[in-house]
């Protein structure tokens, strides 16, 4: 890795991010059972945002707007315990933060009590606990995450071993501490812990938009779809080489993004049942990948098309729809990358890959032109992508996955903004609505204000999202 210090700044198509914070004071030896992970919390307050920070022992819980200074609060879960995954969701009960631990369990702890206790408390006051003994694995979390629609009633825990449990999360009038798995009465006869199990073991997960499915990263290389509601998976690919390391959906359900030890990043298109393009760029694993839902919530599909068109070349018409990806990897790089596509109206409820149903043009005439036809994705300049034909299989492979495919038939598009932004292997990023932040494996962070006027308003209201009545009113970060 070259030596010297990252660049301050970052150089987008839609201008400079500035660095606004860094905070390199408190750091951790690395660990490879503890890397740092990130999360915002909002809708907790309509004037206050928070990021929460899982580094060493504690969660850390930061002033948005400070996250260069001392923490807010820290929440431990006992001495000989590590958080490894965080989640937020305002739910009604205020039981709204998830932390997984190596321990297998999970700890469910209410944000606003622990900002009210005083500054000297570190322990999770009154948590309810999901306990590994119950689930019967005792692996470490590699994720959490609420599913959107249950508005903070059911969440999915994903173990290193392959273990993803659906959990409902129960009323508040539980026993807190107490150890207990009983979900809500209410709960639709789902029973308190619903399994789902993957081969080889997982290193990360992620829950789709509308909350019907859930995609895997795996340890074998292989990225799995599964629906909620049980049986096997339902589509994925196969890595080109080595295991999967991250997993990301995009706001719409349309695209899952991963990483791993092939230093590539791969684009999957859920309707297209196959990988549609893939990002070279990063020298070392991939640590972590993320869509900007902010940047793509809210800018209408021409104007992100006329903006890419302007500012970079990139030939996209004005009915293509672009994606803001970032990534980030242990090569210390900070990479941004965007891709256009052709724009429809899509679902993923209706996705042939989410009922398993064989590949074939879309069943609405609104979805014509990305049917059994070449569809196409751009990345950063003038690159065609065809569509690559997940109906073949390899020998062994399992059915709905697409096979690995060489490197010569693979069609690459290059970032957008490429930058070396810390010395230590980087192990998490956020994108928020004003900035990104990143975190490394020591627990360094470092925040990048977006440039003016790029700065998303609150999205509208959809199902899964705090309604706009409920959200914050996140503050400005002011220029320094």
Known sequence: MAQGRPKEHLKT????????????????????????KLAIAEGLSRQKLYILHAVAEVVEVCDY???????????????????TCIAYYPAADSYDLLIGLNTGEVMVVKLATQLEAAISNNRALNPIIFSADAAGDASK??????????????????????????????SANMSEGSGSMKGSKGSQGRPPATEIRVPGGVTSAAVSPDGACIATAGVDGVMRIYSM???????????????????AWSHDGRYIATGGEDDLISIYGVLERSVVVWG???TSW???????TELNQVQSQQEQARVLRTMSGNPCSGDDAVYR???????GQLLLWDISVPSFDYQLSSSPAMSGASRQGPASPSRGRYGSSPSSARGYGPQEFPLLDSSSSSPGSQAGISPAVARVEMTFCSPATAQRVSTEPLSDLLFTEHAVFVTDQVGAMRCWRRPPGSEAPSPQHSPGQVPSAERASPPEIPAH
Do not use: N
């Open 13 to 36: 198509p839609e201008g400079l991010y500035q660095l606004f914070s860094e905070r390199r004071g408190g750091l951790v030896s690395f660990k490879p059972e503890r890397l740092p």
């Open 65 to 83: 707007g400070a996250c260069d200074k001392t923490a807010l609060r820290h929440i431990c879960a006992s001495s000989t315990t590590l958080p």
């Open 141 to 170: 979390l590699v994720s959490v995450a609420w599913i959107p629609t249950s508005r903070g009633c059911t969440f999915v825990a994903a173990h290193a071993s392959g273990s993803v449990f659906v959990y409902p999360k129960g």
């Open 229 to 247: 509601s049980g049986g096997g998976p339902t589509a994925g690919f196969k890595s080109y080489y080595g295991g999967l390391l991250c997993v």
């Open 280 to 282: 070279q760029g990063h």
């Open 286 to 292: 991939v640590a972590a990948v993320a869509f900007d």
């Open 325 to 331: 990806l970032g990534s980030v990897g242990q090569d």
